[in-house]
Nanobody, 123 residues
Framework: EVPLVESGGGLVQAGGSLRLSCTTV????????IGWFRQAPGKEREGVSC????????YYVDSVKGRFTISSDKAKNTVYLQMNSLKPEDTAVYYC????????????????WGQGTQVTVSS
């Protein structure tokens, strides 16, 4: 069973919006920081945003600041990534991942991963 399930990806024109969802399955949502990552063809996986479980602190990579917003709904065991003003360079497979309590900058430290959802932004 995949511990995290992403949804909400799709094809959108530049300037458009999408909201990604990440729902945890089989582990306690309250104890884990959830990060969003993306991987474009031929590129390494990079961290996009993260929300900690201890105090709700949020983090964003510079390229998405002011455009993306991460939030959580504990009642639904779900973390959202609202993506506005999308650009073609945002095109990638987006993954969510979980780590105990606090966000980590190293992608390899995350314990649980989803299967990914494709986001394609056309120019």
């Amino acid at each position: 069973e995949v511990p995290l399930v992403e949804s909400g990806g799709g094809l959108v024109q530049a300037g458009g919006s999408l909201r990604l969802s990440c729902t945890t399955v089989g582990f306690t949502f309250d104890d884990y920081a959830i990060g969003w990552f993306r991987q474009a063809p031929g590129k390494e996986r990079e961290g996009v945003s993260c929300i900690s479980s201890s105090d709700g602190s949020t983090y964003y990579v510079d390229s998405v600041k002011g455009r993306f917003t991460i939030s959580s709904d504990k009642a639904k065991n779900t973390v959202y990534l609202q993506m506005n003003s999308l650009k073609p360079e945002d095109t990638a497979v987006y993954y969510c991942a979980g780590y105990w309590r606090e966000c980590r900058s190293n992608v390899d430290e995350y314990d649980y991963w989803g299967q990914g959802t494709q986001v394609t932004v056309s120019s």
